[in-house]
């Protein structure tokens, strides 16, 4: 079976050329599609200049979000390589070695796998995946602090989990993952009403509604320079908003949040979301 590899692009053309730089010679990946996320600089001059058989540059009308960019490269890959298997990536990822994404596709070959995503190193910090949260936990995870004892306790798989050299998480990160065609056309896709943020809740939830596991490799790790792109584009406050509207839209629509839930889920949003207005604001006023 051939394998694609996609790569989200928005306003990061180093990022995206390194990474390139990085895989364009591995034998393994047959069609690499990079999804420019109608970039406001120059990214898609600058995508469009690179001269590879192997690699085609797509540039999206307009930035529907993550989960947009990600179905329109799949079904475009799909469309060239027929049944595949299908490599989704961030733009700010290092793969250290070819064999490193020969390990996965290994995994992904196995039955009843749905996704299958390395060890990733963010910021010095391993992310290994994370269990799937309930409303409540969710409102917990609104509350300043608090959403730190609720994510160790709660939401973290204990070390122990890892020790094998794979494991069976809830959810995966979605910086980088592997993944089937045959998979994402059963799921229908990823949710393009999500614009940001909870792609990685709503693949989970579909692949558990097919009996399909999401694994991850304890052995192969990959870097990422985690939201280089999102920090560069964003202020805290439009990135917080986002987030939590795609939190309300998963818990409303996949974990079916009742109406108390989804009325805590707005409350504690909108204090953090005031908190933070106030602390960065005073920021401001001192510099």
């Known amino acids: 079976m051939k394998t694609g590899m996609l790569i989200i692009n928005y306003n990061d053309y ?13 034998s393994i990946i047959d069609k690499v599609i990079v999804v420019d996320n109608n970039s406001t600089d120059d990214s898609k001059k600058k995508l469009k200049s690179l001269k590879d058989p192997k690699i085609e540059i797509i540039v999206s009308k307009k930035n529907n979000g993550y989960s947009s960019a990600i ?31 020969k390990n996965l596709l290994e995994l992904l070959s196995k039955k009843n796998i749905g996704v299958v995503a390395p060890t990733v190193l963010e ?39 890892y020790q094998q050299n794979t494991s069976i998480v809830d959810i995966v990160s979605g910086c980088f993952f592997l993944i089937k065609s045959t998979t994402m056309q059963e799921i229908d896709f990823l949710d393009e ?3 940001l943020y909870y792609e990685e809740n709503v693949l989970a939830t579909k692949l558990k509604k097919i009996n399909k596991k999401s694994i991850i ?15 560069k584009n964003m202020n805290l406050i439009k990135k917080y908003k986002i987030q939590k509207k795609s939190q309300y839209y998963f818990e409303k ?12 889920l707005k409350l504690t949003a909108t204090i953090t979301q005031g908190i933070l207005s106030i602390y960065y604001f005073g920021k401001d006023l001192v510099k």
Request: proline residues 4%.
């Open 253 to 264: 629509e996949y974990n079916k949040a009742n109406i108390i839930q989804r009325i805590l």
């Open 123 to 161: 910021r010095g910090i391993l992310n290994r995946g994370w269990k799937q949260p309930t409303p409540w936990i969710e409102c917990l995870m609104n509350i300043p602090y608090i959403h730190r004892i609720v994510r160790k306790k709660l939401l973290n798989y204990k070390e122990n989990h």
């Open 193 to 195: 009403n999500l614009f």
């Open 217 to 231: 490799d304890n052995k192969t790790m990959i870097v990422h320079n985690h939201s280089v792109t999102i920090d």
């Open 14 to 26: 180093p990022s995206t050329k390194k990474l390139l730089n990085n895989i364009k010679n591995y």
């Open 71 to 101: 179905n329109l490269g799949c079904k475009e890959l799909i469309k060239q390589l027929g049944q595949c298997n299908i490599i989704i990536s961030n733009s700010d990822i290092i793969i250290q070695q070819e064999q490193d994404i």
